[in-house]
Each structure stands twice: as C-alpha cells, then as structure tokens.
C-alpha cells in the first residue's frame, strides 16, 4: 500500500491542475465536444485546464472564457456555413473564415488574449515551415484560432509573427500531448471518427476533404493512449463537418457518449444522475 501511495504520488507531482480535457477537431461534429462537457460537469467533474485543436479550438476557448456548453450549442443554431465563410483562389486556399472567427471572438467579449481566459487554455497548430506541432497558450486569440482551424488546401495559412501555420489536425488532431504533463487526470474527446465503407469523392473539395479525415485518424492514436479516459463518438460519423444543419444531434451524441464513459469508469461523482 506504502509503494502504491508513493507511486500515485509521483505520478501526481508537478501536475498542478487535477482535471484537463483535450478535444479534437471535427468542424461541426466539435458540438459533440460542448455536449461532452456538459455531461463531465454533470458528472460533479471540474475542468481546469483545456486543449483544442481545429474545431476543438473554438470550443476550448469558448469554455475556458465561461461560456457553457448549452449556449455553445446555441450560437450554432439556425445558422449556415455561408453566414461564416467567403470564397477566395490563390494564396494557398478556396475559402476564408476571417467571418466565423469574428463570430467567436465577439461571443468572448473582452478576452482578446488567451491568457485573458479564466482557465489555462492551449491551441494545437502545425507549423506548415518547420512541418511540426506546436502550441499556443498565450497570445491573440483569433489568428491562433483561424490557425488552427485553417485545413490545408482548403483554407490559406495564418501568419503569425513571420511563421505560416495550418490546421493543427495534420499531425496531431487530439492535443493531449499538450497538456499531459500538466494534468493529474485527463479526458480526450475525439470527434474524428472516419466513416467506413463505398467512398466516391463528388468533387476536388471532396476529396481534399476525405484525405484530411485520413489524416487525423493516423495521427491521433498515440494521444489518445496518453489519456486516462478516451472517448470517441463513433455515431457521429455519418454527418459532415461542416454540416450545421444537425447540430443538436451531434451534441446529443457526444453527451450521451461521455456520460456513458464517465459511469462506466466509476468516474460519475454525482450519485443523483445516473440511472
């Protein structure tokens, strides 16, 4: 017992913060994530610390500003892809989002640095120069989220102080690596679970598309062992990234999966919710 003690203790040490939670990208599957967060608060459970990468960056930003996750649900309601994005050619993309990042940054009010956030907060990108991961944890908030949001071919690079970075998703689409040696417990949510089965690509876009989902699938393996509880929402893979159409579905299937997980690993602190 001595030994186990002292084991559990050297594992918690230089940890300072007790619960973190990663989330991957996923484009509007990442409403799953709000709805995970939900049912790990339900749980009696209190993040402390949060990670994102693409679509986990919104959220991420969004719940360490204090928004809850009901309203992050909201803000994607009876809105369109359209409302937030703008056809470009050249310079290394097909579409901006400089309107979608405008959209959440006037949602955190007068957090305009990440160190602003009322808990610790880490961005995933890929520096596109280098060809590595990297994380943010301070600095502006929008180009470090456009960054991370920014799919390859798809959306041009965010420049950023005189270093092009992309979609943080390309070689690490679950940032736990980002806060792993931080946390004493840490909970991953991947929502970038590929559908199997008959593909045939509509279009270049298509296929640019079906190629970054392959992507993030090979290189989330290993994250996804470093948390203590991974959980993936396999059901939501029949919906499109960017379809905004079944947001609440999506977020329905990722507080299900969660709340599920989090009962099955004894970790569901408050007695009065499960059945």
């Not at 990442?30 to 693409?54: H, Q, R, T, W």
């Not at 640095?113 to 120069?129: A, F, H, K, Q, S």
């Not at 640019?208 to 059901?235: G, P």
């Amino acid at each position: 017992m001595i030994h186990l003690l002292s084991n559990m203790l050297q594992l918690t040490q230089g940890k300072p913060y007790k619960l973190g939670v990663a989330l991957s990208g996923g484009g509007a599957r990442g409403l799953a994530e709000a709805g995970a967060l939900k049912a790990i608060e339900e749980a009696g459970l209190k993040p402390d610390i949060v990670a994102g990468v693409s679509a986990g960056s919104i959220v991420a930003v969004l719940y360490a500003a204090g928004v809850r996750p009901q309203r992050i649900l909201d803000m994607f309601t009876d809105v369109k892809v359209s409302d937030f994005t703008e056809l470009t050619w050249g310079k290394g993309g097909i579409i901006r989002i400089d309107k979608f990042i405008r959209y959440i940054t006037r949602a955190l009010g007068h957090n305009k640095m990440i160190e602003d956030l009322r808990m610790p907060c880490y961005i995933g990108v890929t520096n596109m120069d280098q060809g590595i991961a990297e994380e943010f944890h301070t600095g502006e908030i929008g180009p470090r989220i456009m960054a991370s949001c920014s799919i390859p071919v798809v959306m041009p690079p965010v420049n950023i102080n005189g270093v092009n970075y992309s979609d943080g998703g390309v070689l690490r689409n679950l940032p736990a690596w980002t806060i792993r040696d931080k946390c004493q417990r840490l909970i991953g949510i991947n929502v970038s679970p590929v559908a199997h089965g008959d593909y045939s690509p509509s279009s270049i876009f298509d296929m640019a598309m079906r190629t970054y989902s392959l992507m993030a699938k090979s290189n989330q393996h290993l994250d996804m062992e470093m948390c203590d509880l991974s959980i993936v929402t396999q059901e939501i893979t029949q919906y499109n990234v960017f379809n905004l159409k079944e947001v609440n579905k999506m977020f329905n299937a990722g507080y299900s999966q969660t709340r599920k997980a989090l009962i099955e690993k004894g970790w569901w602190e408050n007695p009065q919710n499960p059945e």
